[in-house]
């Protein structure tokens, strides 16, 4: 029988997201392939230092212990690489020398490997590559950019996801209603579809896997006295009264609750995300990411009108 991947979590992770590969992206850029392969094979047994999607990552299979032997792992990551298989050597080598347990891996010399998404089942794909991400997205794939960011690593095994609400869970339809008219405009066209749920985006479907496990694990907490909640869900969104309720309103028609929810109006996103800590934000405007950044591990979803509109006005 083949292994299954329709019931689990499954991330798709390029090596640019998962370990810091400036030093060899600077001498790939400098100084063409041969001398980039060359390198790579002299350093092969040189782990790469954990990149800004790293403890995300692992902290997310860690969760693997919540579920049963009998059922398997509840997370899969496959690593989707650009690499060849020759050179994608020192990133599967890296991984052992981490622990982590990954084991699957795409390797395509110079070629994008997002057309792959679908076929493994997967309902997030990260890569530090803007038009890998940007090229996926387009064809309805869950896909986000990586950005640069400051993170310090906390010693336990909790795992903390952060989520922008329009552009990111839910598509940009009422995104565009406040850009294209007023903020009263707005409210008062959320507070009339109070509940009418969104439409989904394009993290939805990876929120809903997250959720399951999260329901597992509140399963544990009820039944064993001296189980520790570890995963813990964040809603962080410039929303505000009264177009919260609609928000809740489609996380609920989702089956989907999460564990905090921030409604800001406004407010900085970065000062409450840098006492919140998260292990990874998600967000579609880079206006945000460029302040959260600067303290936790940052993903752009180049999502929707505004983003399509500012590629535009940049090109």
């Not at 007023?182 to 409210?187: A, N, P, R, S, T």
């Not at 896997?209 to 969104?237: D, F, N, P, S």
């Amino acid at each position: 029988m083949p292994y299954e991947l329709k019931n689990r979590l499954v991330v798709g992770i390029a090596s640019s997201a998962l370990f810091d590969l400036s030093e060899s992206d600077a001498i790939f850029q400098a100084d063409g392939e041969e001398i980039y392969r060359a390198y790579q094979e002299m350093n092969v047994d040189v782990p790469l230092e954990p990149g800004v999607a790293f403890q995300f990552i692992r902290r997310l299979l860690g969760l693997n212990s919540v579920g049963t032997e009998e059922d398997g792992p509840l997370v899969e990551v496959i690593i989707l690489s650009r690499n060849d298989p020759d050179t994608g050597l020192r990133v599967l080598r890296s991984v052992g020398h981490h622990g982590l347990p990954i084991t699957r891996s795409v390797f395509m010399q110079g070629k994008s490997p997002y057309a792959y998404i679908p076929a493994f089942n997967m309902s997030l794909f990260l890569s530090a590559n803007e038009r890998d991400v940007r090229e996926a997205l387009a064809l309805g794939h869950p896909a986000g950019i990586v950005l640069p960011s400051q993170t310090v690593d906390d010693d336990n095994d909790d795992l903390r996801i952060a989520f922008d609400f329009d552009g990111v869970l839910a598509d940009d339809e009422s995104e565009q209603v406040y850009k294209n008219s007023d903020l009263q405009v707005y409210m008062d066209h959320e507070e009339a579809n109070a509940v009418t749920p969104n439409s989904p985006g394009p993290l939805k479907d990876f929120l809903v896997e997250v959720a399951k496990i999260q329901k597992l694990e509140q399963v544990r907490v009820q039944q064993e006295e001296a189980y520790r909640q570890r995963l813990h869900i964040a809603l962080v969104t410039a929303r505000s009264a009264p177009a919260n309720e609609r928000a809740i309103n489609t996380l609920k028609s989702w089956g989907v609750m999460v564990n905090d929810a921030f409604f800001l109006g406004g407010i900085d996103k970065g000062s409450v995300l840098s006492v919140l800590k998260p292990h990874i934000f998600f967000d579609d405007q880079t206006v945000h990411l460029e302040s959260s950044s600067l303290s936790v591990a940052s993903v752009h979803i180049p999502f929707g009108s505004l983003n399509e509109q500012l590629l535009i006005a940049e090109s």
